[in-house]
């Protein structure tokens, strides 16, 4: 008997959340003891391929903006936020890059992983968010730390051959840099290891999430948000596999077992954006109150895929390096307008999707500018009830719960209208 | 058109009233404002094909060479006050340059612009080819988009030239089909030539400026007209101009300033800056002297033409790769300038000039420089008040600085 397993229709947490805090935990751990013990430390932002340290004897990786999610989630956000206003960085900045300034300049004192652990390299992105490559010069001027920028064309339309050569050029130098730094050498193999093991991962996550076609849905979206986060520290690993394996196998069983987070499900949701970490448990806890469940979230509907799609693309087992360039773009922040229209469409009709709900994001330029006309295709096109909320995704003083929920309350009545 | 640029050089007095970004002096014909709009009404009436550019930085030779008139789509906000097209598509929490543009674009692009260009830059400008062109075309008034990727990564590496190179070579494919034109060498090494001349000039009016011989506020007009004309009108302006000013005694000098930026700050607060004694020697102002300081060598491949100019352009915080030499540069002009006082010019919501004021200020005020930080929102073009008394305030401090120091000079 699975340990999850109760009598029908009773909700008990599975053991994946409890799990997923030891992962994450001991995922923390270890990059701070590697780092102590002399490991070669990269700070990199989301989308830059961690398989390739997996390349590498001695490389350990650490996500900034996941780290600014997880302080985010414990309540920190404000208190870090404020260090790094203090320090004069403008609170019109994204509040990821706040509370990691703020985490820091200050030694890492607030942050419940206390920190990250100095890199030796720092590696920023511009195709998901091209700030980054700001925020990371400020470390790489406060601390002479040099600075790598994977520069990924944004994508209109699927990734063109050249712009696939050109992400393949700069990948041969991302591993020369770091062979030359760490005076390790870049072992393919073991980098192809890595990429198979993240291509099975992800074929396990999306198991998880088709779980949101059920009705009622077998997962919600904020499940979702919460479980993406060894993603960012465990990538490339067996036991991210195993995770999701486990993770995706205990919500078949909730849901044979008529299980259900939100068993009164009337309205079945989408999220369009990153999750509001401060409000996860509250926000997810008043809508089931409501009988709505947002069961499905474009911010994780896409990983593993490519632009456009929902499914994941699945390594064939040839050249690692190929298979991460074509990736690239697999979050929704690079994706136009056409691109992002597609991948809702599909996820729309896979999960019986009744009401869209755009989360306009103050810290998140890229995703939320776009929104305006998608909520407008969305309505037109699909013929769907949508509603716009602001909100900032880890600064929560730039959230006011009763003015989302009133739209949120207002998208249920058009549902039902 | 061109009889209004003829009033500007009819230096009789004071300016009193200004036009569509340029200052017009007192003389015949009193003051008409002309708008961004109206300009381009009247390029479009003069036979001009307008392919409207942005961010700041396009590659406006190779347009040039098509025989289009490239028109810069930055810097609208004083011409463009209300927001009623854009705000259907934008959050206002979008910055000014692209609420206005983008509401320009909706409003009057579909008459006024042939084409629309546009290359990478930051996370907001970013999305906006497929909100414009898909809402045009949704009005019935579709205009035909280029883009290029311009390299965030250094170009002295070899893959990322090619990588331009390729982007240009399609680029100049997709620019044949659209004016049915061949590509000619010569006729770009001669748009060449032309833009490097205007450069130049800009460098020599601004000069004259730091000299005191005309007004930073009047220069900075004189210069940003530049996006809103052609470019044979825009060098005879300039070229006219610098005659005059040349001539002219060296004004008072105020305590020396610089100013940084995306933008200048709107007129109002340069004159208040002006009126406070305070006087722009330099300025870090992207549409102003990053736009114009470094010229590339003339060349008649374009490939290489802007490698050199995007891997040497003058540091900008929207040119990823120059963060190195930018807090450089900026060190270096304070110092050769003299400047007692530093004017930082917030874009609201711009997160590329955010991220970097800190450093900069620190560095600038471990030189014993003093600083100032204003920020201009979309709604603050009309409500300049505040501004104006922390001008003044920090002129005010400047002032008292300096005559402290001369009182302490004077008793050693």
Known sequence: ?417 | MLYLYNDIVIYSGSRTVRYGGCPRYGGKGGGEMQSFPDSLVDLKSQGHTLIGCFPLYPPLELLHSFGLTPVVLWGLRQDITHLTRSDRHLQPYACGVARSLSEFVLSRGGELLDAIFMYNACDTLRNLPEILGSSLDRHGSPIPLFRLHIPAVPLSRAFASDYLNEGIRELIGELEKFTGRSFSAQTFLNSTGLYNRQRRLSRDLERLAAAGRLRFSDCSDFLLSAGRMSLDDHISILERTIREFNGRAPGHQGVRIMLSGILPPPVALLDAIERAGLTVVANDIAALRRSYDYLPAASADPGAYYQDLYRNHYPCTTILPSADSRLETIMQTVRESGVQGFIFVGEKFCEYEYFEIPAVKRMIEAEGVRTLELEIGMDDALNLDAYQTRIEAFAEMLLHETRGSRRDNDAV
């Open chain 1, 1 to 417: 008997m699975m340990p999850s397993e109760k009598k029908r229709g009773e909700f008990k947490k599975n053991t994946s959340g409890k799990r997923l805090s030891t992962m994450i935990m001991n995922d923390y751990l270890d990059l701070h003891r590697r780092a102590y013990e002399g490991a070669f430390v990269v700070w990199i932002a989301i989308i830059v391929p961690a398989e390739l340290f997996g390349g590498f004897e001695k490389v350990v990786y650490a996500v900034p903006e996941s780290h600014a999610a997880l302080c985010a989630g414990k309540g920190t956000g404000p208190v870090l936020c404020e260090k790094a206003e203090g320090f004069g960085y403008s609170t019109d900045l994204c509040s990821y890059a706040r509370i990691d300034i703020g985490t820091a300049f200050d030694g890492g004192r607030d942050s419940p992983t206390f920190g990250l652990p100095r890199p030796d390299l720092l590696i920023s992105n511009t195709n998901n968010c091209s700030l980054l490559v700001k925020w990371f010069d400020v470390y790489h001027r406060a601390w002479g730390v040099p600075h790598l920028v994977l520069d990924i064309p944004f994508c209109y339309e699927n990734q063109k051959e050249r712009d696939f050569r050109y992400i393949m050029d700069q990948f041969g130098t991302l591993i020369s840099t770091i062979e030359e730094m760490s005076g390790q050498r870049f072992d393919l193999d073991k980098a192809r290891e890595s990429v198979r093991l993240s291509s099975e991962a992800m074929k396990e996550w999306k198991r998880f999430l088709g779980f949101a076609a059920h009705r009622p849905s077998g997962i919600t979206a904020f499940d979702s948000f919460v479980q993406m986060a060894p993603i960012l520290t465990s990538r490339g690993t067996r036991r991210l596999v195993d995770h999701y394996r486990l993770l995706a196998d205990e919500t078949a069983e909730q849901v044979k077992n008529g299980i259900f987070p939100v068993p009164g499900e009337k309205y079945r949701l989408l999220w369009d954006n990153i999750a509001p970490w401060h409000q996860l448990r509250k926000m997810s806890g008043r809508l089931a109150g409501l009988g709505a469940n947002i069961t499905s979230a474009s911010y994780t509907y896409c990983i593993g895929a490519l632009e456009g799609e929902y499914d994941p693309y699945e390594f064939d087992g040839n050249d690692p390096l190929a298979w991460l360039a074509r990736l690239q773009n697999f979050s929704v922040c690079p994706h136009g307008l056409n691109l992002r229209g597609m991948a809702m469409k599909d996820v729309i009709g896979r999960n019986a999707i009744d009401g869209v709900v755009f989360a306009s994001n103050r810290s998140c330029k890229v995703y939320s500018l776009m929104q305006m006309d998608q909520m407008r295709y969305i309505r037109e096109e699909l013929g769907l009830p949508c509603v716009m909320i602001d909100v900032d995704h880890a600064d929560v003083r730039k959230y006011s719960e009763e003015t989302a929920f009133t739209r949120l309350e207002a998208l249920l009545e058009m549902i039902d209208a």
